[in-house]
């Protein structure tokens, strides 16, 4: 039989090792709360669809899209379309490797890596643009912010299914957005009054834990209704992947004069980029290039 | 009565599932409080030694010829011209230059790896999972970085992040003087990154670079200074550069986007390829 002063005797020098257990099982429990979205997360390609990445993964860039434009927003898409047809460019910022926010950097161009703690989910894209940041720590929207092209991202984590983990995040993105900002390199516009709102949710697949889907509403003024999609992104099967340098300044062929994009040829002469294009404005030279 | 084998054993029990559960969870609380953004200290500037003025001033241990290479590029800055400083086409200066923080960088912990963020950049990986340097990597300017946390107080708790860095490709410069590393890159800069032990606002980066540069290692120490309130802006190199690569010369924009030339008496660019002249 235990007799009281052993079990006391235990009691007091158990004390702290079960407070450390606590504390090591609460920081444990925490650690467990959030899904396993670790690795390298790639853009899932879908066979037989045509041209550069766009919003709505299943479907062809620019007009292939069909995206719910108002009228003047299609104007602005067809104008977008011809100017490349004549090898212009409209104002798409991608040409002198400027960031593109939100929506194009959630496509996964570059290998992707979700980096969760509690306050905050960090998206590193690697790319023109690195890192989104999802506030998750309860935060309401501030309001003295900058504009900018990825907007403020608060984020709410959800356990679907009830099974004590979190699976969903759910999260809403909102300006002040600066722009132009486009939904693919055809010219696909977003409304220049950059007061889009973003609403995403994000979770692993259920049955293939290697497949994260990411549903993205757009509430847009260039739009007649709000416009869905699901893009999903694969996860890397090596536990130690490489992270490429991307560095889009490095070996771009673009060069922007004024309003005027011409390009590089091999040796770094300048080049027209379309027909007829005059060469740039020298009047602030002396001397003439003989 | 409770036999000592049995309490023992209990003890025991009780241990290794404190053990076992650390194993399994982030233990936030062995890893250092690194949060916020981390910013110059006022006043100082973007040189590479904080202590000294940039360029020559810097007095860096350079080997003759690449002190001849310095010089140049400072005359070079003083006709005009961006001498050694290859930044002007916004493109990385990599490691170790990002670490002067010329925008605010900011410390995500996880027990594999530590990421530093940057406003303008990718951000750095360093890997503290034991893994050793790899032989396949492709060299970046950021190099590839493996870190060793140290509790060198012996409180329980890592006060210190060693890295080291290797694996670069180039040029990358010290800071826009054009004080330059070896072409060769074959550099290895080595970081001790800890708080300031009177004043946890405060971060110390001890910096040392091995380079062929160089006739011995050279470090230096940069400081940071913490700001809870993290604000990140659009930082993008490209979006206001006035200025224009063409070839290897660079030249300048005007308020109302016309070429002009960076330094005097500079050539226009060649137009040979345009049918048509400006009127």
């Known amino acids: 039989m235990l007799n009281r002063s052993t079990i006391g005797a235990f009691a007091l020098r158990a004390a702290p090792l079960a407070a450390a257990l606590m504390m090591t099982f609460a920081a444990a429990a925490e650690d467990a709360k959030y899904p396993d979205w670790k690795g390298q997360w790639l853009r899932q390609r879908v066979p037989g669809v045509a041209g550069q990445p766009s919003f709505d993964p299943n479907k062809p860039w620019g007009k292939g899209q069909e995206a719910p434009l108002t009228p003047e927003y299609q104007a602005i898409l067809d104008a977008n379309l011809k100017s490349q047809e004549d090898g212009a460019f409209f104002d798409w910022r991608g040409v002198s490797c400027l960031g593109f926010g939100m929506p194009l950097i959630t496509y996964g161009f570059q290998p992707t890596e979700f980096i969760i703690t509690p306050e905050t989910t960090y998206v590193l894209v690697d790319w023109v643009e690195h890192t989104r940041r999802i506030f998750t720590d309860g935060r309401d929207w501030p309001k003295d912010l900058e504009p900018t092209l990825v907007g403020y991202s608060i984020g709410k984590w959800i356990d679907e299914d009830g099974d004590g983990r979190y699976d969903v995040l759910e999260v809403e993105t909102r300006g002040p957005f600066r722009g132009p900002r486009h939904y693919d390199a055809a010219g696909v516009p977003l409304h220049h009054d950059n007061e889009s709102i973003f609403k995403e949710r994000i979770w692993r697949d259920k049955a293939d834990p290697n497949i994260l889907h990411d549903q993205i509403t757009v509430i847009d003024h260039a739009l007649t209704r709000p416009w869905t999609v699901t893009r999903n992104l694969v996860r890397n099967p090596d536990p130690r992947p490489t992270w490429d340098e991307f560095i889009c300044n490095e070996g771009n062929s673009h060069v922007k004069i004024g309003k005027e994009n011409y390009f590089l040829s091999a040796e770094g002469l300048l080049m027209p980029a379309h027909k007829n294009q005059a060469p740039p404005d020298l009047r602030f030279f002396k001397e003439t290039r003989k | ?279």
């Open chain 2, 1 to 279: 009565m409770l036999d000592r084998a049995v309490f023992g054993r209990l003890v025991l029990i009780a241990a290794l599932a404190v053990a076992a559960t650390n194993a399994a969870a982030f233990d936030d609380s062995k890893y250092p409080d690194w949060g916020g953004q981390w910013k110059r200290p006022r006043g100082v500037g973007t040189q590479w030694d904080q202590t000294k003025p940039s360029g020559l001033a810097q007095q860096a241990p350079l080997t003759p010829e690449f002190q001849a290479l310095l010089e140049a590029s400072i005359k070079d800055q003083a006709a005009g011209g961006q001498g050694a400083d290859t930044h002007v086409g916004c493109v990385t200066n990599g490691v170790p230059r990002i670490m002067t923080a010329t925008f605010p960088i900011a410390f995500v912990i996880t027990p594999a790896v530590t990421y530093i963020h940057f406003e303008a950049f990718m951000p750095r990986r360093i890997y503290t999972d034991g893994r050793d340097f790899p032989t396949d990597e492709e060299p970046a300017y950021h190099g590839y970085s493996i870190g060793r946390w140290l509790d060198t107080d012996g409180d329980g708790r890592y006060d210190t992040l060693e890295v080291e860095t290797r694996n670069f490709k180039g040029p990358r410069t010290y800071e826009n003087s054009g004080l330059s590393l070896h072409p060769d890159n074959q550099s290895i800069i080595k970081e001790r990154i800890s708080l300031d032990k009177a004043n946890p606002d405060l971060m110390h980066n001890e910096i040392t670079s091995i380079d062929h540069a160089l006739t011995r290692p050279w470090t230096i120490t940069k400081t940071y200074r913490r700001d809870r309130k993290e604000l990140w802006q659009d930082y993008e190199c490209g979006e206001a550069n006035n200025h224009v690569v063409i070839g290897k010369e660079n030249y300048f924009l005007s308020g109302d986007g016309l070429l002009m030339p960076a330094k005097k008496d500079q050539a226009p660019p060649d137009l040979r390829y345009f049918k048509q002249t400006q009127k």
